[in-house]
Structure formats: structure tokens, C-alpha cells
């Protein structure tokens, strides 16, 4: 059973043929018991009471017109007609579906029964009757056709075929051009027989007839062949009274071309079918139906589009008022839910309608952005993320037929407002803002890039591929798709500049830029200027993650050749592509510097006529030297500190040494060697003023420092020379300063050296 219950108007046909309201509600579905069967039940949305109730019987005819009506009768003769009018397109679909399942029927159809599908009795005539073939529309076989309309008229069968043969063949339009050809001979005769062809068609009451019939081309035409009535001694004038004495008064001027052609339209077929035709008796109230109801689609169509043209304009007749007044205005309609009924306008298939509804949407973003995002946000927690009105936006942006696209230029802008931060500052919640953005980067997001991915999916840009067509609705070398992909990336660099976190964590995880270089192989230069400016919006913002990512994947190689393919010429591409390298240079963005001048210089080398990539090499090496001499001045401090820490050793174990010897010594075993501790001091003094001669100057405030050691072989009695090393010290530490006066004190009073007893 149909699982939701949807808003709709219920109508009933009268005796006299005319359609009426008879309640709102919500329809749903069910099984009734002492029926026997599943039914459609409409309670009403005010008081909760069942305004319809109907079997779904195997065999009655079920039909659904224009995605929002669903028509029946409940009985045979096709009077006690029921209507059901959705709010929702979506909804009719799955009341119909519904339908279609419980007759077994197929839902891709609009009609449940075809009268091709039952059988005939095989009494009434013989089989090989039931085929129809019709002459050639011709002068001398009108009285022919005549003959054989009026031979199917006892037949439904007959007339469903013949119906498709006038369908299918074109054969309405050829009977009206025999029309023109039979008054400009004065054929009397001929100009009756199409006057009886012609009202046999319309009471064949196939909607899809008529429409061709009453086209703006094609129903003068139609009114000119009832002109000429057998039963009347002279045709009445009814095309002069229709174009000459009928006057269109205005009560406000209506500049909608589409709504002022379906007005005159009505009125024309309701004199047609008030007119011209003759009053059916009580058997043949079912051969107008169809035209009655095609009168009364047309009037819900033309309120409809009066309802969103007026709302437009007491909107626009807004900018006039007082804040005050536009305040209250405004707050009205909010609370009428205007933003709902805006929903479901934008998703009906009528051009017009959606431009306008568009219009009255970007009036109340305007006034309050905070309102819409905070209706998107209520949609998203109703479990709708997907359904939100942004994403109705984005599809009609995506799906307009426009070559220019002047109307998803404004979708555009209203987009641009409500991802604005600064008309999210009004939000209480300052956790609201949030949360908005993070439904339309989880929920819409992907709907918006959608054409961009579909541009440059894999194999895009190979020999002989549809990227290379222009034909193809989808490549970027189609002049409309170069359009829509522009505007989104219009979008995409606002959203880099106002959304940092937001939109990086989509960059990088889509891999996202990689996909908008593709595009740099269009042939149009405004969708590869608009591209240029998305890389320069990401460069400006010097974030480290993003020159990863550029880096990692060699991003500036589709930039650079796009340059280099642009030769010499002096253009804006030119320009733009110069500008992203003068950046990096002029911020020394170091890494993104180093690596365009390793991947890229030899292709730069020879462009003199600006001196951005001989800036960018200068860069380069300063920068190169820079680190060359803090690598050696590192090495420096490290090898001075480990030199430090190596005499402070020396030092130690010199002390230890100097301490040993005070206390009383032992008899040196054989092994042992004489101490010339005291020879060593007493030529310390010499032997480091002899030194300095081999020591470089410095301006560094630290000493040169030396190490040595003496060495003895076994048992002999002689001191080796002491080693000599140097090192420049470039930093001052704390601990020198205490070696060095530890080395005064030591220098002062140098220990005496004891006697040893024989």
C-alpha cells in the first residue's frame, strides 16, 4: 500500500459535465473489508473527515494527465467522474503506481485499460472488419474518410485504432491544409465533408488529438471547418467574431507571452466546445469528456500561473514599501509557508513557472537568508537531506534548456547568498551556521559538481572521444556545458574562499582540483580562465596542506602546458597563468617555489619578455644558499659542543690525576711510569704561545681550544709531544666560561710537585 499520505484536491463531474471542487485532504490507501477490496481514501485536512472513498475495481479506466492528475469514473457511462489533483508530482507517481499494481497493469502507461486490449464480439462484426486502413488525404476521397468515421462510430475498438492511425500519420494536419486548398476553391462540398471529419475526430475523445487540433497553428483552422455546418443555409462567421470582435481586457497588464497564449487557447476551445458543437444528448455526455476535462486543465494551469506571477509581483511592489510594512509583508508569507508551495512550483515542468518561482524565492532570500537556511536545516532533520530546496535549485540550474543560461545566473547569485557567512551572522545559534554547511557539503555538494565529474570521467580528452565533440551535451567544448561549468566554478572558488575548512576537506578527498585542471583542455578560454582563477584562489590562501597536495601531484604540469601552448600571445590567459607564478615569487612561497623551478625552469628558461620566472630561479638559489650555510654552521655547533664536551673530559680525568699525587704515593711498580705532570704545566704556557701562530682569526668571542695527551712505552721514562688540535667555536656556552677560568685558577697557582721518598 502507498506507504505516505499526499495533499490533494478531490473533484467531481457533474450532470452537467462541469468539474467541482468538493474538498482538500490527504490521500491514502487501504482494504476495506465489507468492500471487498483496496481503496482510495481522501480525509480532509481540517477536520479529519472522509471526503472520498473508492473502490479500485480490476477493469475501470484509470487515467493520469500532466504528472499531477489522476481521472476515473465510477460508472460505465462515464458520468460520476472523480478527479484527484496532487500537490505533488512525486505523490501522483506513487498513488498511480500503486493503481497500476493492484489492476496488474503497466505504470509507464497513462491509461489503465486500452480498449485495443479487450476483445470484441464476434457477432457484431466480422474480424477481418476490425482493420482499418484510410485513403489518401485527398480532394476526391473526402467523402470516403467521412463515410468511414462514421462506419467506426458503433465500434470502441475501431475508433482506439483509427485514433492511432490519425496520430501516427500526421493525418489531422493534411485534412486541415485540404481545408485551406477547398476555401480558396469555393469546394461547398468538400468544406462539409471535413465540417462532419472534423467533428467525428473531436468526439473520438482522444487527449492526444486534441492537442494537435488546438495548437496555437492549427485551431483556426479547426473553428473555420465548423464554419461550415450542412444543417445552415450560410457559414457563420465565427473566426472574424474570435479574432476581430472578441476583446482581451486586462484588469493588470500580464506581459507573460505563455500565460496570455493558454488564456486565449481557453477561451477559444470553451467556444468550440460551447458553440459550435452541438449539446450531446444523455447518451453521448461521455463523447466530450476528454474535451471538458483538457477546458478544465487549462483553467487550474492558467490560476496557477496567476497565483505565482501575482506573488511576484506583490513581492517586486515590496522594494517600494516602508521596512516596516516589507517586514510584515514578508513574515505573512513565511508564515503561509510560501518557501513549501516554492518547492513543489520549481518542480513542475514549465519553464515560465520555475523562472518566476525562482524570482520570488531570490526576493525572500534577500530579505532573510537566515529563513531559507533554516527551512533546509527543518527539511534535513525530517529525514529530506536529499529533497532539500537547494538541491531543487541546483537541478534546475543544471537542467536549463536556456543556450545562454540567463536564468541560471540568478540561481547562481541566490546560491552564492545563502552559503554567504556574513548573512549567517543573523543565525542565534552560531552552532546553526554550522550545521547548515555541513548539510550542504554532505546533501548538495555532490549534485553541484555533478556536470564538472561527468565533463572529466576517465577516458574524457582520448583520440576521437566525445571530450573532443562538441555535439556532446557534456564536454566541455559544448558551448552551453563551457557555460554551466563556468558559473560552477564561479561558485567553487567562492566556497574556497569563504569556506576554508569546509571545502579543503572536499578538495583533498575528492581529489577535486585534479578533475578542475581537466577542464583546462576546453577550447572555450572563458571555462580556462575561470579554472586559472580557482588554482590562484587556493595558491593565495598558502596553505601547507593544499602545496602538498599540488606538489605530491605534479598539479602545475596541466598549468604549465597550457601556458606553453598558448605561445607569445599576449592575452588574458596569458596574464592569469603569470599572476599564479608572480605570487609565488612575490610571497616566496618556498616550497611551491622550489618545486616549479626543478619541475619547470628549463620550459621557463628562455622567456625574457617578463622577469617572474628568472625571479622565481633567483628565489631559488637565495634560498638554496640560505640553507647551504645553515647546514654548515649546524655541522659547526655540533662538532664545537662534542669538542666542549671531549677537553671537559680531559680536564676531569687532569684533575683526578693532579689529586692522586698529593696524598702519599706508593713505590712505583715496574710497570708503572714516572708522573711529568709539572713539565707539562710549566710548558703549557709556552707551548700555546707558540700555537697561536697556526691559529686563524675569528670574530667569534670563543678560543681555539686544544687537547693533548702523552703516551709512554713500556718502562720507558719520556713524555711524547702533546697532540694538538683546533676548532672554531661559533656559539658560547656556559660551560666554557667555567673551563676557562677554572684554566686562570690552574695557571696561577700551579700545584707543587712532591717529593718522592727513595
Not at 19 to 43: A, D, K, N, P, T
Not at 126 to 139: A, G, K, M
Not at 354 to 372: C, F, G, N, R, W
Request: aromatic share 8%; hydrophobic share 35%; proline share 4%.
Amino acid at each position: 500500500m502507498a506507504s505516505r499520505r499526499h495533499r490533494v484536491k478531490v473533484y467531481v463531474r457533474d450532470e452537467d459535465r462541469k468539474w467541482s471542487e468538493i474538498g482538500i485532504g490527504q490521500v491514502s490507501s487501504r482494504y476495506i473489508g465489507r468492500l471487498h477490496g483496496v481503496c482510495l481514501l481522501v480525509h480532509s485536512e481540517s477536520d479529519g473527515l472522509l471526503i472520498m472513498q473508492s473502490k479500485i475495481h480490476p477493469n475501470t479506466c484509470y487515467q493520469k494527465q500532466r504528472g499531477v492528475l489522476i481521472l476515473w469514473s465510477e460508472a460505465e457511462n462515464d458520468s460520476d467522474g472523480l478527479a484527484l489533483s496532487f500537490q505533488d508530482p512525486a505523490g501522483c507517481r506513487e498513488i498511480w503506481e500503486y493503481i497500476c499494481q493492484v489492476q496488474g497493469k503497466d505504470p509507464s502507461l497513462e491509461i489503465t485499460q486500452n480498449v485495443l486490449d479487450t476483445s470484441e464480439n464476434n457477432d457484431e462484426m466480422p474480424q477481418s472488419s476490425n482493420l482499418i486502413e484510410l485513403p489518401d488525404c485527398e480532394l476526391n476521397t473526402l467523402e470516403q474518410i467521412e463515410n468511414l468515421f462514421d462506419s467506426v462510430s458503433a465500434s470502441p475498438l475501431r475508433q482506439e485504432r483509427l485514433a492511432l492511425i490519425l496520430e501516427n500519420e500526421d493525418y489531422v494536419q493534411k485534412l486541415l491544409q485540404l481545408f485551406h486548398t477547398c476555401e480558396n476553391q469555393q469546394n461547398t462540398e468538400g468544406l462539409y465533408h471535413l465540417h462532419n471529419i472534423i467533428k467525428a475526430i473531436l468526439f473520438l475523445n482522444k487527449s492526444h488529438l486534441l492537442e494537435i487540433m488546438f495548437s496555437d497553428k492549427y485551431i483556426m483552422d479547426v473553428v473555420g471547418c465548423l464554419e461550415y455546418d450542412p444543417a445552415l443555409a450560410q457559414p457563420t462567421q465565427h473566426r472574424e467574431f474570435l479574432t476581430q470582435n472578441a476583446k482581451f481586457k486586462e484588469v493588470i497588464p500580464i506581459t507573460n507571452f505563455e500565460l496570455r497564449q493558454k488564456i486565449h487557447q481557453t477561451y477559444r476551445v470553451q467556444y468550440i466546445h460551447d458553440i459550435l458543437l452541438p449539446i450531446p444528448s444523455i447518451f453521448e455526455k461521455s463523447l466530450l469528456s476528454t474535451l471538458t476535462t483538457f477546458i478544465f486543465l487549462n483553467k487550474v494551469e492558467i490560476v496557477n500561473m496567476l497565483q505565482v506571477l501575482f506573488f511576484k509581483e506583490i513581492c517586486a511592489f515590496s522594494q517600494t514599501l516602508q521596512p516596516e510594512c516589507k517586514n510584515a509583508l514578508f513574515q505573512t508569507l513565511i508564515q503561509l509557508e510560501i518557501i513549501s508551495a516554492l518547492k513543489i512550483v520549481m518542480s513542475i515542468d514549465d519553464v515560465q513557472i520555475k523562472l518566476t518561482a525562482t524570482e520570488i524565492l531570490a526576493y525572500l532570500v534577500e530579505y532573510s537568508p537566515s529563513t531559507i537556511q533554516g527551512f533546509v536545516m527543518e527539511e534535513a532533520q525530517e529525514g529530506e537531506g536529499n529533497e532539500v530546496i537547494i538541491n531543487v535549485i541546483i537541478k534546475q540550474m543544471i537542467c536549463d534548456t536556456d543556450p545562454e543560461l540567463g536564468g541560471d545566473v540568478n540561481m547562481m547569485e541566490l546560491l552564492r547568498s545563502l552559503l554567504d557567512p556574513e548573512n549567517m551572522l543573523t543565525t542565534p545559534n552560531e552552532c546553526e551556521s554550522s550545521e547548515f554547511l555541513n548539510i550542504f557539503y554532505k546533501h548538495c555538494m555532490h549534485n553541484l559538481i555533478a556536470p564538472l565529474l561527468s565533463a572529466t570521467s576517465e577516458g574524457k580528452g582520448k583520440e576521437n572521444d566525445p571530450f573532443e565533440t562538441e555535439k556532446n551535451k557534456n564536454s566541455p567544448n559544448n558551448y552551453q556545458t563551457a557555460q554551466l561549468l563556468d558559473l560552477i566554478l564561479e561558485l567553487l572558488t567562492f566556497c574556497v574562499e569563504h569556506h576554508t575548512h569546509y571545502i579543503k576537506n572536499y578538495i583533498l578527498s575528492k581529489d577535486l582540483l585534479r578533475r578542475v585542471l581537466m577542464l583546462m583542455s576546453s577550447k572555450h578560454t572563458i571555462l580556462v580562465c575561470s579554472v586559472v582563477r580557482f588554482v590562484r584562489k587556493i595558491i593565495g590562501l598558502k596553505d601547507e596542506l593544499y602545496n602538498c597536495y599540488i606538489i605530491k601531484e605534479n598539479l602545475f604540469e596541466t598549468v604549465v602546458n597550457t601556458f606553453l601552448l598558448n605561445g607569445t600571445r599576449y592575452n588574458m590567459l596569458n596574464s592569469a597563468i603569470i599572476d599564479i607564478f608572480e605570487y609565488i615569487r612575490v610571497e616566496n612561497i618556498k616550497p611551491l617555489v622550489a618545486h616549479i623551478v626543478e619541475k619547470f625552469y628549463k620550459a621557463f628558461e628562455s622567456i625574457e619578455y617578463v622577469q617572474t620566472f628568472k625571479g622565481l630561479k633567483i628565489k631559488y638559489e637565495e634560498e638554496k644558499e640560505k640553507q647551504n650555510k645553515i647546514r654548515e654552521n649546524l655541522h659547526s655547533i655540533i662538532s664545537s659542543k662534542i669538542f666542549c664536551k671531549c677537553a671537559k673530559i680531559m680536564k676531569v680525568k687532569k684533575e683526578m690525576c693532579l689529586k692522586g699525587n698529593t696524598k702519599e704515593l706508593m713505590p712505583p711498580m715496574e710497570n708503572e711510569l714516572p708522573d711529568h705532570s709539572d713539565e707539562f704545566i710549566e710548558n703549557k704556557g709556552t707551548k700555546e704561545s707558540e700555537d697561536t701562530a697556526d691559529i686563524p682569526e675569528t670574530t667569534s668571542s670563543s678560543d681555539f681550544r686544544f687537547s693533548s695527551c702523552h703516551l709512554a712505552a713500556g718502562g720507558s721514562n719520556r713524555m711524547n709531544s702533546p697532540q694538538r688540535s683546533s676548532m672554531h667555536v661559533l656559539v658560547d656556552y656556559p660551560d666554557d666560561d667555567d673551563e676557562e677560568e677554572e684554566e686562570k685558577e690552574d695557571k696561577a697557582s700551579p700545584p707543587k710537585r712532591p717529593h718522592l721518598s727513595s
